[in-house]
């Protein structure tokens, strides 16, 4: 094997390591601080994102000194629309500016296409929130692979629990 190339079974691994993946829009606000967002995987799941900045991770689990500008962290939530269920995903790390990436131990998002203008008020109509409108957001699309558990749901209160 040539120095540098990835083995079908190194690839597979990294597969293996993540409960889900896809292509996903991300749509920030003009500060860049917060985002909402949508994961489509290939068979056609949809989950929900939500994004707000927090703060570097207590551990210093990062290096300064390797970055160009500092890092912005993110806690993410995801929502699993069909379990109705949220999970979280703390201290995903957004470096490249604008062209974002995302990654965490949970998470690796890396953007394919930066829209902003009118063709983010587009996908905005589409896919957000229509209180975005007119606000300067800038719209990623790219990959997303993501390594989350949801929480089973509760019974309903009647005891119900057919879901099951």
């Known amino acids: 094997m ?18 889900d993946s896809g292509v996903a829009m991300l749509c920030f606000d003009s500060s860049g601080n917060t985002f909402q967002g949508r994961l489509v995987t290939p068979m056609g799941k949809q989950y929900g994102l939500m994004g707000k900045s927090c703060g570097p991770p207590p551990d210093g689990h990062f290096h300064q000194c390797c970055f ?15 379990k109705k269920s949220e999970a979280s995903l703390e201290y995903a790390m957004k470096t490249n500016g604008d062209n974002c990436s995302l990654t965490s131990d949970e998470l690796e998002f890396s953007t394919d296409e930066l829209l902003s203008g009118d063709k ?17 957001c800038l719209v990623c699309v ?17 005891g119900d629990d057919s879901d099951f």
Request: glycine share 6%; aromatic share 12%.
């Open 142 to 158: 790219g990959q997303w692979k993501m390594r989350v558990t949801f929480p089973c749901p509760e019974k309903d209160s009647d």
């Open 120 to 136: 983010a008020e587009d996908k905005i109509v589409q896919f957000f929130s229509q209180g975005l409108l007119g606000k300067d």
């Open 2 to 19: 040539i120095k540098g190339q990835i083995s079908t079974l190194e690839m597979e691994k990294d597969e293996e390591r993540w409960t």
């Open 68 to 82: 160009d500008e500092d890092p912005i962290f993110f806690k993410i939530t995801v929502i699993d629309f069909r």
